[in-house]
């Protein structure tokens, strides 16, 4: 083995202090989880409705600064119904980042319509406002209907960049340029409860964003989402059309439009509710081990650890480093890998995968060189 490999694994292995398997990113329940979830087997209200939706909700709100916060599923259901709201229609075109989850663009499949990709920043991972700015300008125009894409002839509706790993992108500029054009800026911020930016938190510079708490993210509610706005009359449609869009009744079944079952259960929410009074100690965890890292690949030649971009405060959720090229990567895998110590690539480009082969790219160069040599390494928070 590579004898560097061999010096970060036993530095993994210290910071963990373990000699077991070290996976990328587990759960954390040291807090009220347990008393919660009895209370909601013990009260019977462990769907649909019940105290710790509510509570989920607001306690979301006041951490992140929004005024609405709408919990949701998932947060590929928060995406989709953030996108709907936000008036992306059939056949409209949403302009994302291509290094990015899949979630992003199947959210926008979801409402008939199509991704176009621009590239990111090497130091954020997220959407280049540069790039965006260069397609908007070569390719679009202003008509009555709104932005235009020429080549198409179909309307740009919204643009929907991603706090990458939890590192804010330069979202101010993109807010700026979507006003610019016209076009609603909505942010995936899945990965990046508790990043700040400019010291506003990540999905508050959007008209709205949304959020998961799926196991692996920074906290989690078994399987969860939730969608952050200023805006009252979204979040009451946000909160109808995820609720089957029933008019409240006292016994009546009376619908008013094609809702989703997208409600997050009461039982998942108490999770949630727990966590969210965990979070200040997780992310303290988090950014002690960032530091760590930080100090221990800052003499390392050939690998980069991915520090904080400028004006920001990442949550530090996933550690990334950028190796060599893509043979050290490919090299640096097998090994942390087969030394039980998990590492994982980047995701794959959006637009190579087959169901969005065909839409519209931009240059990729930073996207496809960070492709090539990104790799996630172990970051759980280390609380016993
Ligand atoms: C996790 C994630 C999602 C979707 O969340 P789910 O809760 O798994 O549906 C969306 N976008 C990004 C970037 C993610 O990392």
Known sequence: MDKRHQDIISFIRNLYQTTEFIPLHEPKFF????????????????????????RFEQEMAKYTGARYAVATVNGTAALHIAL??????????VITQSLSFVATCNAISYCGAKPVFVDVDRATLGMSPDSLHFFLSTNTIQASGGCINK???????AVVPMHTFGLPCRVDEIANICEEFGITLIEDTAESLG????GKHTGTIGKLAAF?????????????GMIITDDETLAKRAKHITTTAKQPHPYEFI???????????????????????SLPRLLESKRSIAREYAKFFSASKNIAFISEPAQSEPNHWLNALILEDKQARDVFLKELNEAGVMSRPIWRLMNELPMFKACQASDLTNAKWL????????????IQ
């Open 151 to 157: 080549t198409t002839g179909r309307k740009i509706s």
């Open 212 to 224: 998961s708490f799926n196991g692996n993210k920074t906290i989690t509610t078994g399987g969860g």
């Open 371 to 382: 492709e090539e040599r990104v790799v996630n390494i172990p970051s759980s928070a280390r």
């Open 255 to 277: 619908h008013d439009e094609i809702g989703y079952n997208y409600r997050l259960p009461n039982i998942n929410a108490a999770l949630g509710c727990a966590q969210m009074e």
């Open 31 to 54: 807090g009220n989880e347990k008393a919660y979830v009895i209370d909601c087997i013990d009260s019977t209200f462990v769907s649909s409705v019940g105290k710790y939706v509510d």
């Open 84 to 93: 709907k709201l936000a008036g992306v229609n059939q056949d409209d075109e």
């Open 195 to 198: 990043s700040y930016y400019k």
